[in-house]
């Protein structure tokens, strides 16, 4: 695990009880573009150590800020008060009528079952979603991710890099 202190992340990108390791991967890639920390909510539908984690996060999982926390008390705990955005289909807002700030956390579901009732109905009003035709039930879960953390980052304008 490469875990830089909480404060220091610009973003973070919670994956609350991922189940599928080359969304993980590729996730922790955008993380990575972003410089937002990845924090995997447990359980885990896959091993840290699995392949297919790493291929889809090719050369960069060395380069991501990450860490595994046990249930969502756990994640509350080491986030300390920030504010949460979560992510969901069934959310009440678009991800871009949100005010993001630095340090933010952004919450994701499990791919097959999304964020249950109990997270979403704490805050109903910070629950986004993407506009989509009927026709789709969702996105991959990696494409949302990268969607939602690219117009964050556009918002704080706080780009890592050259």
Known sequence: MNS???????LHVV???PEIPLNAGSIGRTCVAVGAKLWLVRPLGFQ????????????????LNWEVVDDWN????????RPIWMVET????LYTEASYK???????GPETRGLPAKLLD???????RLPMQSE??????????AVVAFEAMRQINAWPGP
């Open 136 to 145: 789709a039930r969702s996105l991959n879960q990696s494409n949302v991710v």
């Open 90 to 93: 069934r959310g009440k807002r």
């Open 15 to 17: 994956l609350y009880e």
């Open 48 to 63: 840290i150590n699995d392949k297919q984690l790493r291929r889809a996060g090719l050369d960069y999982w060395h380069r």
């Open 122 to 128: 704490v805050q109903p009003q910070r629950t986004l």
């Open 74 to 81: 756990a994640l509350l705990a080491a986030l300390g008060l």
């Open 102 to 108: 630095p340090g933010d956390a952004l919450v994701f």
């Open 4 to 10: 830089a202190p909480v404060n220091d992340a610009i």
